[in-house]
């Protein structure tokens, strides 16, 4: 897998356009995440990272672990205020505004791509 950079990127979903991505692979990024926003445009990938938080955020998200060839773990939907448990294989954490990742399509077992970043 290569080395993402901070910035924007594609989500690439198997039968769909791509999705507007924004990743965050430095320590500042991954900790700022979507707090202090009151909605998500796409995506943002999260990475390297395993587990995710909700505290302080003003909205509901869904998140998908992926695994290091990009295929989805686990998918849940969090409120804000809430601990996500971490995943033993996830190495990227993709979050979206809630319902989301349903009307993609993303659900357990389907592999998602990344463009751009590098």
Do not use: N
């Not at 692979?25 to 909700?54: F, I």
């Amino acid at each position: 897998m290569p080395r993402w950079r901070d910035g924007a990127g594609l989500l690439l979903l198997p039968d769909l356009p791509p999705v507007p991505l924004e990743i965050a692979s430095s320590y500042r990024a991954r900790t700022r995440g979507l707090l202090g926003r009151d909605g998500v445009e796409g995506a943002l990938l999260l990475t390297p990272a395993s587990s995710v938080h909700t505290f302080r955020m003003r909205f509901a998200i869904d998140v998908a672990y992926l695994d290091r060839e990009l295929r989805v773990l686990a998918v849940r939907t969090m409120v804000p205020g809430r601990l996500g448990l971490p995943r033993v294989r996830g190495r990227h954490v993709v979050e979206a505004s809630a319902g989301a990742l349903e009307r993609w399509g993303v659900r357990v077992g389907v592999r998602v791509g990344v463009a751009g970043g590098g």
